[in-house]
């Protein structure tokens, strides 16, 4: 596993006492004294970032006693002293620093204050591996750089913003802010601050697929920082710069530049840097396939990060020696070292990382041939990644919901202005009526016109809020990206298949092979446009009436109301045989072609042959564990069950369950019968482009 500088708390230094000096509140004589030494110290925990987290604390604790409150000193204090707190793992301490920032003294700071409790939680969502989270939290960066807030604030929060943003494959807005945040950096005319803004456009370049501009960009960051040598910055320059060149194939630069990383490390004289660097070389060594080499750093970093107390870059040490150690064939070994820092991980609530861990532990597994233990830690994974989608629809729930009943609150106070404004016209009527009683006739006439065009307008009102609601709700059901299903419309729609809680259909589960190889080797625009063409393919085998989702990420459910075997086995292989028919075009005027193929498990329920039946959600735990079944056994096939044993009619709800967890001994044991279905098999030179 790879920590990028990103994730590692990249930070740069702070900004100098002669630029803050005019935007520092009016302080006493005594404490315009201190203020330059106090901002030295501040810059030199700065410089330390992350990889000084314990001694920064010491350093803050000291210091801020001695500030006065609601001063920018206390403030910036306090952001760094957040960030200390985030990679330390202390949320008690944490929370209680982000209340004193959002209840700020000084109404001159408040929104200084604001944007640094912005980063604070931010530099706390990116840890956690919550990247689109971290992006929100940013929302409240302003557009332009104001009197009340620093320089050097607001170019931290430019650079979290685009670290938030690139880690989310916002690439675009990352791009937009990663230049901001160069910008302000040559209007400080510090060589330092340039360096780590172009290092942080570098990565942001990086992830847009621009590999040729990153490397311009990190080799134009190498001079800045060359020229003010902090072995932090250079830490960090060359560790992304290793990344860009092994992106490009420049396998001996990339490795000399990632030597470079680990020596400015040593040079920092900082251990949590040093084993967060031996980490990032082995991670290096597993993907060049040297993993005798990739065991030694990994063993380096991992005594180091014991030595000191370092539980963060021990768990990362713990995962690549056990992924080296599978490669070497040690599995077992390899595995429970694997699963040790699965546990540290989860411990710090790193859910994130805990999820590639299963991740690139299944596919170690797959490469070596354990593939119970591959189909297991896949399994894993997707019960992580389905929680994890599981909060973020929830969020996404939430805020649309808050979306319309905003909309349906205005348009409510609109009819009511409309209906008072139909009153007045009426007591209007009345006057005229008492005033001129000659003309009653005329007025009432007038009257009933009145009328008559306010409840014109009323009913016009209501037909649009009607139209309105029904957009909204369509809305609200859709996936944005495929125009699919989505899960909230799934529930709604599943009850007329699941009579008395049972489910009466047929289920596929779908999922495109090493996507996120796809969207890392080619970027999320060529990703999005892989998901929208397998969402038409597979639309094209189906009926109207039949029920296909985009279930999350690159996985697609469908949902018929056909059992009968081998309709069913047909319509698999013909799905399987639409995806990876031809490849997917993109590039200029769709000049590339990508390969793409799937992985599916299937079934009908009720089950054969007794009429074995389950709830939903079950159904799609059984065929999900049947997808990772076709993973584990080389992806681009179909695994499905087709019958289950004479035997097994008496089974219970919990029996079933646990038959389903253990699927491939069951089918191996003749406990029920699976049918396996091939995908389409390219020819030689086919690879992915």
């Known amino acids: 596993m790879f920590l990028t500088w990103a994730a590692a708390g990249f930070q740069v230094h702070a900004q100098t006492t002669a630029a803050l000096a005019p935007l520092t509140p009016v302080a006493s004589a005594a404490s315009a ?3 330059p030494d106090v901002w030295a110290q501040l810059e030199r925990i700065e410089r330390g970032g992350a990889a000084r987290a314990a001694a920064n604390l010491l350093v803050l604790d000291t210091l801020l006693p001695a500030s006065a409150p609601g001063s920018l000193e206390r403030l910036e204090m ?8 985030v990679e330390r793992n202390e949320g008690p301490a944490l929370q209680r620093l982000l209340d004193s920032l959002q209840n700020w003294p000084d109404p001159r700071l408040r929104s200084a204050a604001q944007l640094a409790e912005a980063v604070v939680r931010a530099q706390q969502l990116t840890r956690e591996g919550k990247s689109d989270q971290a992006f929100k939290a940013m929302a409240v960066l302003p557009a332009q750089l104001s ?9 931290r929060a430019l650079v979290q913003l685009c670290i938030a943003e690139s880690e989310a494959g916002r690439v675009e807005l990352a791009l937009g802010h990663a230049n901001q945040a160069l910008q302000l950096a040559e209007r400080s005319q510090a060589s330092w601050r340039r360096a780590a803004a172009l290092s942080v456009l570098a990565y942001a370049l990086l992830r847009a697929q621009q590999y040729e ?16 040598p902090d072995p932090m910055l250079l830490y960090r320059v060359h560790n992304t710069r290793a990344v860009i060149l092994g992106v490009l194939k420049r396998f001996d630069r990339a490795q000399a530049s990632m030597q470079l990383a680990l020596n400015a490390a040593r040079d920092s004289g900082s251990p949590t840097l040093q084993s967060l660097a031996l980490a990032n070389s082995a991670d290096f060594y597993l993907r060049q396939g040297n993993f005798a080499k990739a065991r030694q750093m990994s063993e380096e970093g991992l005594a180091l990060a014991r030595r000191h107390g370092d539980s963060s870059n021990e768990a990362l040490a713990l995962h690549n020696l056990g992924i080296a150690l599978i490669q070497l064939r040690q599995i077992e070994l390899g595995k429970s070292h694997v699963m040790q820092s699965i546990t540290m991980s989860q411990a710090e609530g790193l859910n994130g990382q805990v999820a590639d861990s299963f991740n690139e532990l299944g596919e170690a597994l797959e490469r070596m041939g354990d593939l119970a233990g591959a189909a297991r830690a896949f399994q894993q994974y997707r019960r992580m990644i389905d929680q994890q989608l599981r909060e973020e629809t929830r969020s996404a729930v939430l805020e649309l919901q808050a ?23 009426q007591l209007r009527a009345r006057d005229l009526q008492l005033q001129l009683w000659a003309a009653v006739g005329a007025c009432v006439v007038l009257s009933a016109l009145l009328l008559g065009l306010a409840y014109q307008r009323i009913r016009k009102t209501n037909q649009a809020l009607a139209h309105s609601n029904a957009a909204l709700k369509v809305q609200g059901e859709r996936d944005p990206l495929t125009g699919l299903a989505n899960r909230r419309h799934f529930q709604s729609a599943i009850v007329r298949l699941a009579e008395h809680g049972r ?9 495109i092979d090493h996507f996120k190889r796809i969207n890392d080797s080619h970027g999320h625009a060529v990703g999005d446009a892989v998901l929208v063409e397998v969402a038409q393919r597979l639309r094209s085998c189906l009926r109207d009436e039949d029920l296909l989702v985009r279930w999350g990420g690159e996985e697609f459910l469908i949902v018929i109301d056909i059992r009968h075997p081998a309709q069913i086995e047909s319509l698999a292989q013909r799905l399987l045989d639409q995806i990876a028919s031809t490849p997917v075009r993109h590039g200029p005027a769709g000049a590339q072609g990508l390969n793409v193929s799937a992985s599916m498990g299937f079934c009908s329920f009720p089950v054969a042959p007794h009429g074995w039946s389950v709830d939903w959600e079950r159904a799609i735990a059984l065929v999900d564990t049947l997808m990772y079944m076709a993973k584990a056994h080389g992806r681009n096939r179909a695994f499905g069950l087709k019958a289950m044993a004479p035997h097994q009619a008496e089974l219970d709800a919990a029996a079933f369950l646990a038959l389903s967890e253990r699927m491939e001994e069951a089918w191996r044991a003749g406990e029920l019968e699976l049918v396996q279905l091939q995908g389409p098999v390219w020819a030689a030179g086919e690879g992915r482009s």
Request: charged share 30%; glycine share 2%.
């Open 33 to 35: 004294a201190v203020v």
């Open 78 to 85: 306090l952001a760094l002293r957040g960030a200390a707190l």
């Open 147 to 155: 009197a009340d807030i620093p320089l050097s604030l607001m170019f």
């Open 213 to 228: 501009r990153a490397a311009s960009a990190i080799e134009e960051a190498l001079q800045e920082a060359t020229r003010d």
């Open 403 to 425: 979306q319309y009943d905003d909309d349906r609150r205005g348009k409510e106070m609109a009819l009511l202005a409309r209906d008072r404004s139909l009153k007045l016209e």
């Open 503 to 511: 489910l009466q259909a047929s289920v596929f589960l779908i999922d």
